[in-house]
């Protein structure tokens, strides 16, 4: 057999590819891609992209050291037989806040938006919706801790929801407070499970000493029932006045904006530089346990990373994810285009003119041509498999006058075009 592409990993293919689920059409992907990004730089943010490796240490410090990713699921990167002390990242924002700090980018106006994509990388178990390289559209926004701010971030998330049209999305929004009122929620959440330490799962023993909250996020049955038994108390009641104010804030903005959102008293998220906002998106058909996409606030990251305090927020969606969404609503994505026009010349002599003639008219218009000569029945066949919208062919009778006999597919309507006019006619036509 022959080789096969690793665990985790997908390839999104061409339309019309044999083994294609909708799921997996590299223009559904880029479809995606294409309306984030609109939706994102209408609303001012600025591309940037950073490495696909980072220093391992980034990672650590700035995801999180109890968390599952950093403490199961990097992958690490070695050459030449040596470790280089790197990982493939697993996330965006960590690399944008190192960016952000080492090119001096506190100089651009405040607050700065910047957004990327790309992939990631997470050694997880792999299931439908969770895989090992995944992509993220990324949103980050530094320098400002207004709460208007947050709120934008949100809207920006359902703006993209809505224009890819998908309905069955929620947003789930909840506040994970200051660093002092997390420490009182830790401290609670410790006396509470001390209490039951025995029925504790053993990731959840591990995570009480470090960080309690991460026990409300378990994957285990037992942990999650022992939660429900003991009737944990939310996040949300041991908000500072100040961070329940900044949530208040938040809020408001989104109803006065029909941001629909449920509040999550117990959001948790799976990395440890949150504070204050943090809110993920789910869909009705995807799984509970499969964002869409989260994000929150992570004030401290920058100084996590040893840089200078920058305040800071933002959000990534996961694009496969986005993808199953689509595919289980049954919206319908364009197709990706066939070209304006496939030339073909019908003897060998005029292949060349023919392909001069394409590469010259793509100035005006997507134009292929074919690579050696055809008759004109297969020149149409061939144009119409590849869904061109108009067909040309040059014969030696043709080329002595320089024309093109070009038909349009759809209607079969046939017309001669001289050479010099043929950009004008696709730019009218096309
Ligand atoms: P995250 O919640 O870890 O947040 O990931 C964001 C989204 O990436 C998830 O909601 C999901 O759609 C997708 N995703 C994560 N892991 C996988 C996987 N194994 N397979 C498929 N999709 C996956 C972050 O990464 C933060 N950096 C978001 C953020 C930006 N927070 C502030 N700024």
Not at 186 to 194: K, M
Not at 265 to 292: C, F
Request: a negative charge; proline letters at 4%; zero cysteines.
């Amino acid at each position: 057999m022959a080789l096969q592409r690793p665990k985790g990993t997908q390839d999104h293919l061409p339309d019309g590819s044999p083994k294609l689920s909708s799921d997996l059409r590299a223009s559904a992907f880029a479809f995606v891609q294409d309306t984030a990004r609109r939706v994102l730089e209408r609303s001012g943010a600025q591309p940037i992209t950073t490495p696909l490796f980072e220093e391992a240490e980034l990672v650590k410090r700035g995801v999180g050291g109890s968390t599952d990713i950093v403490r199961k699921e990097m992958f690490t990167v070695y050459y030449f037989g040596d470790h280089g002390g790197y990982v493939l990242r697993p996330e965006g924002t960590a690399s944008i806040v190192r960016a952000y700090l080492q090119n001096g980018l506190k100089q651009l106006p405040a607050p700065l938006k910047l957004w990327t994509h790309g992939p990631m990388f997470r050694a997880e178990n792999v299931q439908k919706g969770r895989l090992r390289q995944f992509h993220q559209v990324d949103y980050e926004v530094l320098g400002s801790t207004d709460p208007l701010v947050d709120a934008e971030a949100i809207w920006l998330m359902w703006e993209v929801v809505r224009e890819l049209g998908l309905t069955g999305v929620r947003v789930k929004l909840g506040s994970i407070g200051d660093p002092e009122d997390r420490e009182a929620y830790n401290t609670y959440l410790r006396g509470l499970f001390g209490a039951h330490l025995e029925r504790l799962s053993g990731d959840s023993k591990d995570r009480l000493e470090r960080n309690p909250m991460r026990i409300l996020d378990s994957k285990s049955e037992a942990d999650q029932a022992l939660i429900t038994e003991l009737g944990v108390r939310p996040m949300l009641d041991f908000l500072g006045e100040e961070a329940r104010a900044h949530f208040g804030a938040v809020q408001a903005y989104l109803r006065e904006w029909d941001v629909p959102f449920d509040l999550d008293p117990s959001i948790v998220r799976g990395l440890d530089y949150y504070r204050r906002t943090a809110w993920e998106l789910h869909h009705t058909q995807v799984g509970a346990k499969s964002a869409l996409g989260g994000g929150g606030r992570y004030d401290g990251l920058a100084e996590q990373l040893g840089g200078a305090a920058v305040p800071g927020i933002g959000w990534a969606f996961g694009i496969e994810r986005l993808l199953l969404a689509l595919d289980a609503e049954g919206v319908a994505l364009p197709e990706a285009e066939g070209p304006a026009l496939f030339l073909a010349a019908l003897d060998e002599e005029g292949v060349g003119l023919a392909a001069r003639l394409a590469l010259k008219a793509r100035a005006a218009a997507r134009v292929e041509f074919a690579y050696r000569a055809l008759k004109p029945g297969s020149a149409f066949k061939e144009a119409d498999r590849r869904r061109a919208r108009f067909a040309a062919v040059i014969g030696s009778e043709e080329a002595a006058r320089g024309v093109l006999r070009l038909k349009a597919l759809a209607s079969g309507e046939q017309r001669e075009v001289a050479f010099g006019d043929l950009g004008t006619f696709l730019r009218e036509h096309a």
